[in-house]
């Protein structure tokens, strides 16, 4: 069983940053795909950002390209998102995601409790 804690989130004002923190559990994190997904108020969850379990070719979504950076130290079992030219269209709920595979190849899938991001115009 995997664990994720987030932390970092708040209330920034528009053009401001933040850097979101994921604290996973486990003995094999730097095995695990991590990502970051968010869900606005009345709005799907949707994926933000991702990094491979070698931490190499990173996934962005289109929205976020060139403001949001992931990035993993496995040393600390943490993943995080820097967030830097925050807009008010950024105010969600972001949730840390982790996907392990076992032996057989069998994928399971992990998610953190989400923490809360507001963007003031």
């Known amino acids: 069983q995997v664990q994720l804690v987030e932390s970092g989130g708040g209330l920034v004002q528009a053009g401001g940053s933040l850097r979101l923190s994921c604290a996973a559990s486990g003995r094999t994190f730097s095995s695990y795909h991590m990502a970051w997904y968010r869900q606005a108020p009345g709005k799907e969850r949707e994926s933000v950002a991702a990094?491979?379990?070698?931490?190499?070719?990173?996934y962005y979504a289109d929205s976020v390209k060139g403001r949001f950076t992931i990035s993993r130290d496995n040393a600390k079992n943490t993943v995080y998102l820097q967030m830097n030219s925050l807009k008010p269209d950024d105010t969600a709920i972001y949730y840390c995601?982790?996907?392990?595979?076992?032996?057989?190849?069998?994928?399971?899938?992990?998610w953190g409790q989400g923490t809360q991001v507001t963007v003031s115009s």
């Open positions: 990094i491979r379990r070698s931490g190499g070719s990173p």
């Open positions: 995601y982790a996907e392990d595979k076992d032996v057989a190849g069998t994928s399971y899938a992990y």
